[in-house]
């Protein structure tokens, strides 16, 4: 983006929103972040932005003028989660994707319209290199992955059909400043002794440090090969359970986590998941698919796309990232 252009951000005040908020208005483009009113945006004290008030639920005449005004959109708002029923899911990651299409199309400025997806909408399975060629998993392994699946294909249709310039973007699993729900809650486990390995720990997690999502974001708009593209992004070096969990450890100054045999996990997660859902848990089970999955399979998705196509090359190793995502959840969200 070598000139100043008018840029939208939603899902402003989350992990993703924020900090490419706080690069766009660095660099000194006019940015405009989507917020409910009410809402906290102390995460973006000091910024210069105009504020939108909206709920992407009930969209307003401000957002829909907002979308007309912009040269890039980046649509980083989703519900998230791993319990729940799929309508709980819907409204945000299915219903608003469709209606900030609707909103986008025609106009005669939209640059680029960058949409955060995940890497969760492949199938829940082993991977070992897996690259954009390969099919997305529309039935989904819960809620969001597939509202998060089905919202891909209202994207790439709004380009084949319309000629929209999106670009879908699929990081793994993103720690850093802003994590609120993942590494707290894990932390929260290690300090109250419910935290297992569960099997040997020697799978590849999907990692994605948040500096090098942003920086594969801005690439997504900066290139024109990327219209029309979907990418996955993550860091160079995956990293096992094993170091994962340590670094948690460690960080905490506690010993590393005992170990469940995976048979004894498969086993228990279904009768963990269907009491919750029984006694109408708000909050999931200590096994979830979702754990599964992010626990036990390898999760090893290619970058080479995007390597080759937009020059993404990523520039934190997860040493040095999950230190800083640590500090800051100490600091911040634990409290």
């Keep these: ?59 307003n005449a401000a957002y829909q003028n907002a979308i007309r005004k912009s040269d890039v959109i980046v649509h980083t708002a989703a519900h998230v989660g791993d319990w729940g029923p799929v309508s709980t899911y819907r409204a945000i990651n299915l219903d608003a994707v469709e209606d900030l299409l609707r909103f986008a199309s025609g106009s005669d400025r939209l640059r680029r319209l960058v949409h955060l997806s995940a890497l969760g909408v492949y199938q829940a399975k082993h991977h070992f290199g897996t690259d954009e060629t390969t099919p997305v998993d529309l039935r989904g392994f819960d809620g969001y992955t597939h509202t998060k699946a089905l919202a891909e294909e209202l994207v790439t249709a709004a380009h084949q059909k319309d000629g929209m310039p999106t670009v879908i973007a699929r990081p793994g699993f993103t720690y850093g400043e802003g994590d609120r729900r993942i590494l707290p809650r894990l932390m929260q486990r290690f ?117 080759r196509l937009l020059g993404y090359q990523p520039r934190i190793d997860f040493r040095e990232g999950i230190q800083d995502a640590l500090k800051w959840a100490a600091e911040n969200a634990c409290h």
């Excluded at 906290?40 to 939108?52: A, K, N």
């Design 1 to 59: 983006m070598p000139q100043p252009e008018s840029i939208l951000v939603t899902g402003a005040t989350g992990m993703i929103g924020a900090p490419v908020v706080r690069r766009a208005a660095a660099a000194g483009h006019h940015v405009r972040v989507v917020v409910r009113s009410g809402s906290d945006r102390s995460v973006l004290d000091g910024c210069d932005v105009e504020w939108v008030e909206s709920d992407l639920t009930a969209p």
């Design 191 to 307: 300090r109250n002794g419910s935290i297992r390995m569960i099997g040997n720990g020697q799978r590849v997690l999907n990692n994605t440090n948040i500096d090098n999502l942003i920086d594969g974001l801005f690439l997504c708009i900066d290139h024109d090969a990327a219209v029309g593209e979907t990418f996955n992004l993550r860091d160079e070096r995956l990293v096992t359970r094993a170091e994962f969990l340590g670094a948690v450890a460690d960080f905490l100054e506690l010993p590393p986590p005992k170990r469940v045999p995976l048979w004894f996990a498969k086993v228990a997660r279904p009768v963990l998941e269907t009491y919750g859902r029984i006694q109408g848990a708000d909050e999931p089970p200590l096994l979830t698919g979702a754990t599964m999955k992010f626990m036990t399979l390898n999760l090893d998705f290619s970058i080479e796309k995007a390597i």
